[in-house]
Protein backbone atom coordinates (compact mmCIF):
# COMPACT_ATOMS: atom_id res chain seq x y z
CA UNK A 1 0.00 0.00 0.00
CA UNK A 2 1.18 3.47 -0.82
CA UNK A 3 0.31 6.04 2.15
CA UNK A 4 -0.93 8.57 1.57
CA UNK A 5 1.03 10.43 4.27
CA UNK A 6 4.15 9.72 6.66
CA UNK A 7 5.92 11.71 8.59
CA UNK A 8 9.95 11.29 7.59
CA UNK A 9 10.90 10.97 11.27
CA UNK A 10 14.68 10.09 11.59
CA UNK A 11 17.81 9.82 13.88
CA UNK A 12 18.60 13.25 14.00
CA UNK A 13 14.81 13.97 15.78
CA UNK A 14 15.09 11.04 18.22
CA UNK A 15 18.65 11.99 19.54
CA UNK A 16 17.19 15.67 19.85
CA UNK A 17 14.07 14.33 22.04
CA UNK A 18 16.53 11.92 23.73
CA UNK A 19 18.58 14.92 25.13
CA UNK A 20 15.17 17.08 25.89
CA UNK A 21 14.20 13.96 28.08
CA UNK A 22 17.41 13.42 29.81
CA UNK A 23 17.73 16.78 30.62
CA UNK A 24 13.91 16.63 32.51
CA UNK A 25 13.31 20.05 30.97
CA UNK A 26 10.08 18.77 28.74
CA UNK A 27 7.64 21.58 29.45
CA UNK A 28 8.16 25.10 26.90
CA UNK A 29 11.62 26.69 28.13
CA UNK A 30 14.64 27.16 26.39
CA UNK A 31 14.30 24.68 22.66
CA UNK A 32 11.00 26.06 22.49
CA UNK A 33 12.53 29.68 22.27
CA UNK A 34 15.14 28.31 20.31
CA UNK A 35 12.49 26.75 17.55
CA UNK A 36 10.38 30.11 17.49
CA UNK A 37 13.71 32.28 16.61
CA UNK A 38 14.60 29.54 13.78
CA UNK A 39 10.99 29.36 12.58
CA UNK A 40 10.88 33.23 12.38
CA UNK A 41 14.21 33.65 10.55
CA UNK A 42 13.42 31.38 7.80
CA UNK A 43 10.18 32.58 7.06
CA UNK A 44 11.62 36.34 6.89
CA UNK A 45 9.38 37.06 9.76
CA UNK A 46 10.35 39.36 13.07
CA UNK A 47 8.43 37.51 15.81
CA UNK A 48 7.28 33.39 16.51
CA UNK A 49 4.98 31.99 18.85
CA UNK A 50 5.25 28.10 19.01
CA UNK A 51 1.87 26.77 20.25
CA UNK A 52 0.34 23.29 20.96
CA UNK A 53 -1.50 23.32 17.28
CA UNK A 54 -2.18 25.18 14.21
CA UNK A 55 -6.45 25.67 15.82
CA UNK A 56 -4.29 27.30 19.09
CA UNK A 57 -2.63 29.32 17.41
CA UNK A 58 -5.16 30.39 14.49
CA UNK A 59 -7.54 30.75 18.11
CA UNK A 60 -4.96 33.01 19.50
CA UNK A 61 -4.42 34.65 16.15
CA UNK A 62 -8.43 36.06 16.13
CA UNK A 63 -8.25 37.21 19.58
CA UNK A 64 -4.76 38.69 19.82
CA UNK A 65 -6.84 40.88 16.52
CA UNK A 66 -9.13 42.00 18.73
CA UNK A 67 -12.03 40.12 16.45
CA UNK A 68 -15.07 40.59 18.61
CA UNK A 69 -18.85 38.26 19.20
CA UNK A 70 -20.46 39.46 16.16
CA UNK A 71 -17.18 40.76 13.59
CA UNK A 72 -17.78 39.95 10.52
CA UNK A 73 -14.95 37.87 8.78
CA UNK A 74 -14.68 36.86 5.44
CA UNK A 75 -12.98 33.54 4.87
CA UNK A 76 -13.12 29.94 2.43
CA UNK A 77 -15.48 27.21 2.92
CA UNK A 78 -12.99 25.11 1.22
CA UNK A 79 -10.60 24.35 4.19
CA UNK A 80 -10.01 21.99 7.53
CA UNK A 81 -12.31 22.83 10.39
CA UNK A 82 -10.42 24.49 12.30
CA UNK A 83 -9.95 27.52 10.19
CA UNK A 84 -13.59 29.03 10.40
CA UNK A 85 -13.88 27.43 14.35
CA UNK A 86 -11.57 29.58 15.23
CA UNK A 87 -14.16 32.30 14.41
CA UNK A 88 -16.70 30.63 16.61
CA UNK A 89 -14.51 30.03 19.75
CA UNK A 90 -14.59 33.98 19.53
CA UNK A 91 -18.45 34.44 18.43
CA UNK A 92 -17.32 36.08 15.41
CA UNK A 93 -18.94 35.02 12.33
CA UNK A 94 -17.35 33.66 9.54
CA UNK A 95 -18.77 34.74 5.76
CA UNK A 96 -18.32 32.39 3.38
CA UNK A 97 -16.59 33.60 -0.30
CA UNK A 98 -16.71 31.09 -2.96
CA UNK A 99 -13.30 29.27 -4.45
CA UNK A 100 -11.77 29.59 -7.54
CA UNK A 101 -11.97 25.94 -9.68
CA UNK A 102 -8.53 25.64 -10.56
CA UNK A 103 -6.15 26.59 -7.42
CA UNK A 104 -8.74 25.91 -4.53
CA UNK A 105 -7.87 28.76 -2.69
CA UNK A 106 -10.42 31.32 -1.82
CA UNK A 107 -11.89 33.46 -5.00
CA UNK A 108 -10.90 37.24 -4.78
CA UNK A 109 -13.84 38.07 -6.81
CA UNK A 110 -16.27 36.73 -4.38
CA UNK A 111 -14.67 38.44 -1.89
CA UNK A 112 -15.04 41.56 -3.88
CA UNK A 113 -18.70 40.95 -4.13
CA UNK A 114 -19.35 40.01 -0.38
CA UNK A 115 -16.97 43.48 0.36
CA UNK A 116 -19.60 45.30 -1.98
CA UNK A 117 -22.64 44.12 -0.41
CA UNK A 118 -21.32 44.71 3.19
CA UNK A 119 -19.99 47.35 5.07
CA UNK A 120 -19.01 46.00 7.93
CA UNK A 121 -16.54 43.21 7.66
CA UNK A 122 -13.27 43.59 9.43
CA UNK A 123 -11.34 40.91 8.34
CA UNK A 124 -10.21 38.38 6.12
CA UNK A 125 -9.18 34.71 6.77
CA UNK A 126 -7.46 32.90 4.05
CA UNK A 127 -5.86 29.29 3.47
CA UNK A 128 -2.70 28.66 1.48
CA UNK A 129 -4.60 25.46 0.42
CA UNK A 130 -2.91 22.23 -0.56
CA UNK A 131 0.55 24.63 -0.36
CA UNK A 132 -0.32 26.95 -3.00
CA UNK A 133 -0.60 30.27 -1.89
CA UNK A 134 -3.62 32.37 -2.94
CA UNK A 135 -3.85 35.39 -5.01
CA UNK A 136 -2.08 37.57 -2.84
CA UNK A 137 -2.21 40.68 -5.58
CA UNK A 138 -5.73 41.12 -5.70
CA UNK A 139 -6.29 40.14 -1.96
CA UNK A 140 -3.79 42.31 -0.64
CA UNK A 141 -5.42 45.12 -2.67
CA UNK A 142 -8.98 44.51 -1.36
CA UNK A 143 -7.47 44.51 2.32
CA UNK A 144 -6.31 48.18 1.26
CA UNK A 145 -9.37 48.95 -0.42
CA UNK A 146 -11.65 48.14 2.43
CA UNK A 147 -9.24 48.65 5.40
CA UNK A 148 -9.38 44.64 6.51
CA UNK A 149 -7.30 43.24 8.86
CA UNK A 150 -5.70 39.73 7.07
CA UNK A 151 -4.46 36.71 8.87
CA UNK A 152 -3.20 33.72 7.41
CA UNK A 153 -3.71 30.26 7.74
CA UNK A 154 -0.79 29.00 6.49
CA UNK A 155 -1.20 25.07 7.67
CA UNK A 156 -0.79 23.43 4.73
CA UNK A 157 1.96 25.69 3.41
CA UNK A 158 5.45 26.23 5.12
CA UNK A 159 7.87 27.81 2.91
CA UNK A 160 5.01 28.35 -0.16
CA UNK A 161 5.86 31.75 -2.04
CA UNK A 162 4.10 34.06 -3.55
CA UNK A 163 6.06 36.75 -6.40
CA UNK A 164 9.39 35.18 -3.72
CA UNK A 165 7.70 36.21 -1.07
CA UNK A 166 7.00 34.05 1.78
CA UNK A 167 3.46 33.37 2.16
CA UNK A 168 2.83 33.96 6.41
CA UNK A 169 3.98 37.33 6.04
CA UNK A 170 1.60 39.08 4.13
CA UNK A 171 -0.59 39.36 7.14
CA UNK A 172 -1.00 41.06 10.92
CA UNK A 173 -0.54 37.34 11.87
CA UNK A 174 -0.11 33.65 10.30
CA UNK A 175 -0.26 30.82 11.52
CA UNK A 176 0.93 27.08 10.75
CA UNK A 177 0.62 23.29 11.44
CA UNK A 178 3.12 20.79 12.63
CA UNK A 179 0.82 17.53 12.74
CA UNK A 180 2.30 14.35 11.51
CA UNK A 181 0.74 15.01 7.54
CA UNK A 182 2.33 18.59 7.31
CA UNK A 183 5.06 19.50 4.99
CA UNK A 184 7.51 19.00 8.69
CA UNK A 185 6.18 18.19 12.40
CA UNK A 186 6.72 18.08 15.85
CA UNK A 187 3.85 15.30 16.71
CA UNK A 188 1.10 17.75 17.51
CA UNK A 189 2.36 21.59 17.66
CA UNK A 190 1.76 24.92 15.67
CA UNK A 191 3.24 28.57 15.35
CA UNK A 192 1.98 31.55 14.86
CA UNK A 193 4.21 34.69 12.81
CA UNK A 194 3.96 38.75 13.20
CA UNK A 195 6.13 41.47 12.53
CA UNK A 196 3.72 43.55 15.15
CA UNK A 197 5.47 43.59 18.04
CA UNK A 198 2.07 44.56 20.04
CA UNK A 199 0.46 41.83 18.42
CA UNK A 200 3.12 39.25 20.06
CA UNK A 201 3.18 40.33 23.03
CA UNK A 202 -0.31 39.90 23.24
CA UNK A 203 -0.04 36.50 22.12
CA UNK A 204 2.39 35.99 24.84
CA UNK A 205 0.34 36.23 26.93
CA UNK A 206 -2.77 34.65 25.31
CA UNK A 207 -1.17 31.23 25.00
CA UNK A 208 0.15 31.47 28.57
CA UNK A 209 -3.28 32.10 30.75
CA UNK A 210 -2.92 35.91 30.27
CA UNK A 211 0.62 36.31 31.86
CA UNK A 212 3.12 39.20 31.13
CA UNK A 213 5.47 38.49 33.81
CA UNK A 214 4.98 34.91 36.43
CA UNK A 215 1.82 34.88 38.20
CA UNK A 216 0.16 38.20 37.20
CA UNK A 217 -2.32 37.54 34.88
CA UNK A 218 -3.68 40.68 33.25
CA UNK A 219 -6.20 39.05 30.58
CA UNK A 220 -8.11 35.90 29.80
CA UNK A 221 -5.77 33.66 28.35
CA UNK A 222 -5.01 29.96 27.47
CA UNK A 223 -2.69 27.17 28.01
CA UNK A 224 -1.66 26.82 24.38
CA UNK A 225 1.71 26.36 24.83
CA UNK A 226 4.34 24.27 22.89
CA UNK A 227 6.34 21.55 24.80
CA UNK A 228 10.35 21.36 24.44
CA UNK A 229 9.57 17.80 23.35
CA UNK A 230 7.73 18.79 20.49
CA UNK A 231 10.22 21.78 19.37
CA UNK A 232 13.03 19.52 19.67
CA UNK A 233 11.69 17.63 16.41
CA UNK A 234 10.51 20.97 14.98
CA UNK A 235 14.23 22.57 15.06
CA UNK A 236 15.12 19.14 13.90
CA UNK A 237 12.32 19.55 10.81
CA UNK A 238 13.09 22.53 10.29
CA UNK A 239 16.68 21.87 9.15
CA UNK A 240 15.10 19.30 6.56
CA UNK A 241 12.07 21.54 5.19
CA UNK A 242 13.86 23.14 2.25
CA UNK A 243 15.10 19.25 1.34
CA UNK A 244 11.25 17.87 2.40
CA UNK A 245 9.54 20.45 0.19
CA UNK A 246 12.26 19.68 -2.86
CA UNK A 247 10.98 16.07 -2.83
CA UNK A 248 7.28 17.07 -2.69
CA UNK A 249 8.16 19.55 -5.83
CA UNK A 250 10.11 16.56 -7.23
CA UNK A 251 7.02 14.38 -7.05
CA UNK A 252 4.75 16.80 -7.94
CA UNK A 253 6.83 17.41 -11.06
CA UNK A 254 6.71 13.66 -12.23
CA UNK A 255 3.04 13.72 -11.94
CA UNK A 256 2.33 16.40 -13.32
CA UNK A 257 4.69 15.36 -16.78
CA UNK A 258 3.82 11.73 -16.81
CA UNK A 259 -0.11 11.57 -15.88
CA UNK A 260 -2.08 11.95 -18.78
CA UNK A 261 -5.68 10.44 -19.10
CA UNK A 262 -8.62 12.73 -20.37
CA UNK A 263 -10.76 12.40 -17.51
CA UNK A 264 -8.22 13.98 -14.94
CA UNK A 265 -7.70 16.99 -14.51
CA UNK A 266 -3.99 18.24 -12.81
CA UNK A 267 -3.22 20.92 -10.29
CA UNK A 268 -2.87 24.47 -11.72
CA UNK A 269 0.16 26.59 -10.76
CA UNK A 270 -0.19 30.08 -11.32
CA UNK A 271 3.31 31.69 -12.97
CA UNK A 272 4.65 33.90 -9.56
CA UNK A 273 3.41 31.05 -7.04
CA UNK A 274 5.49 28.29 -5.27
CA UNK A 275 3.93 25.56 -4.61
CA UNK A 276 5.16 23.10 -1.64
CA UNK A 277 2.63 20.62 -2.52
CA UNK A 278 1.10 19.51 0.78
CA UNK A 279 -1.38 17.92 -1.32
CA UNK A 280 -1.35 16.82 -4.89
CA UNK A 281 -5.36 17.30 -5.70
CA UNK A 282 -6.41 16.33 -8.87
CA UNK A 283 -9.89 16.56 -10.07
CA UNK A 284 -12.19 13.19 -11.77
CA UNK A 285 -15.49 13.83 -12.33
CA UNK A 286 -16.46 9.79 -11.24
CA UNK A 287 -14.72 10.27 -8.26
CA UNK A 288 -16.02 7.00 -6.41
CA UNK A 289 -14.92 4.72 -9.43
CA UNK A 290 -11.58 6.82 -9.49
CA UNK A 291 -10.88 5.46 -5.67
CA UNK A 292 -12.23 2.34 -6.19
CA UNK A 293 -9.52 1.80 -8.90
CA UNK A 294 -6.68 3.29 -6.18
CA UNK A 295 -7.76 0.83 -4.01
CA UNK A 296 -7.43 -2.27 -6.04
CA UNK A 297 -3.87 -1.30 -7.03
CA UNK A 298 -2.91 -0.36 -3.24
CA UNK A 299 -2.99 3.59 -3.79
CA UNK A 300 -3.55 5.53 -0.80
CA UNK A 301 -5.40 8.41 -1.19
CA UNK A 302 -7.39 11.33 1.13
CA UNK A 303 -10.19 13.56 -0.22
CA UNK A 304 -9.80 17.46 1.31
CA UNK A 305 -12.37 18.20 1.59
CA UNK A 306 -15.55 15.50 0.77
CA UNK A 307 -17.54 18.44 2.53
CA UNK A 308 -17.77 22.75 2.54
CA UNK A 309 -17.83 23.93 6.06
CA UNK A 310 -20.66 25.52 5.06
CA UNK A 311 -22.61 22.49 4.64
CA UNK A 312 -21.13 20.67 7.76
CA UNK A 313 -23.73 19.94 9.98
CA UNK A 314 -22.65 22.13 12.72
CA UNK A 315 -22.75 25.36 10.42
CA UNK A 316 -26.02 24.36 8.53
CA UNK A 317 -27.68 24.43 12.27
CA UNK A 318 -26.05 27.98 12.42
CA UNK A 319 -28.18 28.87 9.31
CA UNK A 320 -25.23 28.41 6.43
CA UNK A 321 -26.35 27.43 3.19
CA UNK A 322 -23.63 25.60 0.79
CA UNK A 323 -25.80 27.04 -2.44
CA UNK A 324 -24.14 30.36 -1.82
CA UNK A 325 -20.82 29.08 -2.48
CA UNK A 326 -21.49 26.84 -5.27
CA UNK A 327 -17.96 26.49 -6.95
CA UNK A 328 -16.87 24.69 -3.59
CA UNK A 329 -20.29 22.69 -3.66
CA UNK A 330 -19.28 21.09 -6.69
CA UNK A 331 -15.25 20.99 -6.39
CA UNK A 332 -15.85 19.51 -3.16
CA UNK A 333 -17.58 16.20 -4.94
CA UNK A 334 -14.14 16.54 -7.82
CA UNK A 335 -11.26 16.45 -5.33
CA UNK A 336 -8.95 13.76 -4.86
CA UNK A 337 -5.10 13.89 -3.22
CA UNK A 338 -3.28 11.57 -4.69
CA UNK A 339 0.67 10.89 -2.53
CA UNK A 340 3.41 13.24 -3.51
CA UNK A 341 5.09 13.02 0.56
CA UNK A 342 8.96 12.80 0.70
CA UNK A 343 9.37 9.43 1.46
CA UNK A 344 7.91 7.93 -1.38
CA UNK A 345 10.02 6.01 -3.14
CA UNK A 346 10.58 6.24 -7.13
CA UNK A 347 9.09 3.51 -8.14
CA UNK A 348 6.22 4.42 -5.82
CA UNK A 349 5.63 7.78 -7.67
CA UNK A 350 6.01 5.73 -10.89
CA UNK A 351 3.27 3.27 -10.09
CA UNK A 352 0.83 5.99 -9.20
CA UNK A 353 1.14 7.46 -12.11
CA UNK A 354 0.85 4.33 -13.82
CA UNK A 355 -2.12 3.17 -12.09
CA UNK A 356 -3.72 6.75 -12.95
CA UNK A 357 -2.76 6.56 -16.79
CA UNK A 358 -4.16 2.75 -16.98
CA UNK A 359 -7.75 4.38 -15.39
CA UNK A 360 -10.57 4.64 -18.08
C1 LIG B 1 -5.97 24.54 6.75
C2 LIG B 1 -5.79 24.08 8.17
N1 LIG B 1 -6.01 24.94 9.18
C3 LIG B 1 -5.83 24.58 10.46
C4 LIG B 1 -5.43 23.31 10.80
C5 LIG B 1 -5.32 22.96 12.24
O1 LIG B 1 -4.08 22.50 12.63
P1 LIG B 1 -3.91 21.46 13.82
O2 LIG B 1 -4.41 20.13 13.34
O3 LIG B 1 -2.44 21.47 14.09
O4 LIG B 1 -4.69 21.97 14.98
C6 LIG B 1 -5.16 22.39 9.79
C7 LIG B 1 -4.63 21.05 10.08
O5 LIG B 1 -5.10 20.07 10.31
C8 LIG B 1 -5.36 22.77 8.44
O6 LIG B 1 -5.13 21.91 7.43
Redesign the pocket.
Known amino acids: MIQIAKPMIEKEEILHVQKIMNSGMIASGKTVLDFEKKFAEYMEVNYAIATS??????HAAVIAAAIQPGDKVITTPF??A??AN?LLFEKAVPVFADIDPNTFNIDPSSVEQILKNNSDIKALLI?H?FGLPCNMDKLMELTKKYNLLLIE?C??SHGAKYNNQTVGSFGIAS?Y???P??NMTTG???MLLTNNKSLYKKVQAIINHGQQERYIHTQLGYNFRMTNIAAAIGLEQLKKLNTFNAKRIKNAKYYSENIKNDVITLPTVPKNCKHVY?QYTIKVKNREKFINHLEKHGIGFGIYYPIPLNAQPYYTQLGYNPLETPIAMKISNEVVSIPVHPALSKEDIQKVAEVINHYE
Open positions: SGTTALTFATSVLDAQTSFYTKEGGH
